[in-house]
């Protein structure tokens, strides 16, 4: 159980156009969803966390207006890199937690395989 | 600010041994601490999550202990094997963003040589 889809594993664009990555929770009703992004042999970093029906909440230095996220619904957030840039290029994972298991701040956090951004 | 350290950045071991990963975070208002796995190109793989009043969980030949006072956690792998392979992440959830939002580590690194 706890599966989380992400959707593409990869795409490669060209500089100023937009990308969108979905990012869906399976089996479970994911309250919250964080996207993250990883440098090659670095650990992740929190981008932003999105809350269903609400705005998200950007880390510092995070451009939202670049970094467009929704979440719809209990199941699904998207993130839009509108206006993509070569330096945009990196892998970027969804994960989700949930509360289907009545745990709270104890719910553990499942994560996407991620996808690889590659712009040109 | 909550940070995250793991220690070594990279290990390298022959197969079948027992090893020992570090973990250690600075502030100690966590709700809990998780170990994940992460293969190359791929996402995380979630392994152990220790909530706060614990003092660990077991999982097959995994074993992830907490010491919330001092602000350690171990993984220990048993008999270790190539599959082993990965870079292992731990990450905490700090009582005091207000979020459900995760810390992570900077990872360690595992190579086991068949």
């Known amino acids: 159980g706890a599966v989380v889809s992400q959707h593409p594993s990869w795409v490669i664009c060209k500089s100023g156009t937009s990308v969108k990555i979905e990012c869906r929770s399976l089996d479970f009703q994911a309250t919250t969803m964080f996207w993250y992004r990883q440098f090659p042999k670095q650990s992740l970093m929190l981008m932003a966390t999105s809350n269903e029906g609400s705005k998200a909440t950007y880390e510092q230095g995070v451009e939202k207006d670049k970094f467009l996220i929704n979440h719809a619904s209990l199941t699904l957030s998207t993130l839009t890199v509108t206006s993509a840039h070569p330096e945009d290029s990196s892998f970027y994972i969804c994960?989700?937690?949930?509360?289907?298991?009545?745990?709270?701040?104890?719910?553990?956090?499942?994560f996407g395989n991620g996808t690889r951004l590659t712009v040109t | 600010k909550q940070e995250v350290t793991q220690i070594p950045a990279a290990l390298s071991v022959p197969e079948g041994e027992n090893l020992v990963l570090n973990c250690s975070f600075t502030?100690?208002?966590?709700?809990?601490l998780q170990w994940f796995r992460q293969d190359p190109g791929k996402g995380l793989t979630s392994l152990l999550l220790i909530q706060s009043s614990q003092r660990e969980q077991t999982s097959g030949r995994l074993n992830a202990s907490l010491d919330k006072s001092s602000g350690r956690s171990t993984l220990y792998i048993a008999a270790s094997q190539p599959g082993d392979s990965a870079t292992y992440l731990c990450a905490v959830r700090p009582t005091t963003s207000g979020t459900y939002k995760y810390i992570f580590g900077t990872g360690t690194r595992l190579k086991v040589l068949a």
């Open positions: 502030d100690s208002a966590i709700y809990n």
């Open positions: 994960s989700a937690s949930g509360t289907y298991s009545g745990q709270g701040f104890n719910s553990p956090l499942h």
